[in-house]
């Protein structure tokens, strides 16, 4: 793999890592489209902890502030619910976990063509679209226990307008059914940005909080891919030049990804998103038929 390969393929780790559009379905389009060898496991494995050290270097405050929530000897509102967040992290991790170790052979083996790709960019497109467009009225009745001297009238303008409802909290179940949903994103094309954010939203978190979450489960689920790789890149000759260009590469534009999206949704919504997808899994259908 020359160094163009390496740094174009990092760029596109990066920038679809995080949006809800698929890392995976991307990768395998690039290389279709240009004809390009699979670059193999060590490559894999170098973007991975390149988009892991992007995200954790966007939210590195927030996840100080939650380590150190679980070491301190204090316990006011704001350490229990870092507290409760980070064990939450780590449960619903777990099912991605396990089924990323039992099944991810079986499916890059067997589920990695254009067709499929295509048709779950469309699937997962409509959920996403969907999601997005009921989020408001899902989460209002959290609005309306919160502001509910603003009255009723007044409360659901606002929900109909921007659609940026705060639930400013998640609780164990909206986490739970997040962490179960990752495991269809080791099918190419889902995404797992895309249908944790998806679930998420059907789930009644506002958009932000939903994107939110989103990347905070990828750290521990992308570290643990990764390190499942680790001997195969020692087998095959550790770091070089591309390696290292591409892992820069998905770094990078995985950060400015992630900051895109967070900044996109304190007024947009997810539907730009839901469109591209639909719109790429058509064109890929419709190439591969003719």
Do not use: C
């Not at 998420?200 to 958009?207: A, E, H, I, K, M």
Request: net charge positive.
């Amino acid at each position: 793999m020359n160094i163009f390969q390496s740094v174009f393929l990092g760029f596109v780790q990066g920038i679809t890592e995080f949006l809800p559009i698929s890392s995976s379905a991307h990768l395998i389009i690039a290389r279709w489209i240009f004809d390009w060898q699979d670059p193999g496991i060590a490559f894999d494995v170098v973007l991975h902890f390149g988009t892991l050290i992007g995200v954790v270097w966007f939210f590195f405050p927030r996840w100080i502030k939650t380590f150190k929530s679980v070491f301190s000897q204090k316990s006011n509102d704001e350490i229990k619910f870092n507290r409760k967040l980070f064990l939450m992290i780590v449960v619903a991790t777990v099912p991605a976990g396990l089924a990323g170790y039992f099944f991810n052979d079986i499916i890059e083996s067997n589920l990695r063509s254009p067709m499929i790709v295509g048709w779950t960019m469309i699937i997962f497109g409509v959920l996403l679209y969907i999601g997005d467009k009921i989020s408001n009225f899902k989460s209002l009745p959290a609005l309306l226990r919160k502001e509910s001297r603003a009255g009723l009238p007044a409360l659901l303008r606002k929900a109909l307008q921007a659609g940026q409802i705060s639930n400013l909290n998640i609780n164990w179940r909206q986490s739970l059914t997040i962490g179960f949903s990752q495991t269809l994103a080791l099918i190419p094309g889902v995404s797992r940005s895309g249908i944790t954010m998806t679930t998420g939203l059907f789930g009644g978190l506002d958009r932000k909080t939903a994107a939110e979450f989103s990347f905070l489960l990828a750290a521990p689920i992308i570290f643990g891919a990764g390190a499942k790789e680790i001997p195969d890149l020692v087998k095959s000759g550790g770091l070089s030049a591309s390696l290292i260009l591409g892992f820069l590469s998905a770094m990078i534009f995985s950060f400015l990804a992630v900051k895109f999206l967070i900044e996109h949704l304190e007024k947009g919504s997810y539907k730009p998103f839901a469109w591209y997808r639909i719109i790429v899994g058509i064109l890929i259908i419709g190439v591969v038929l003719l």
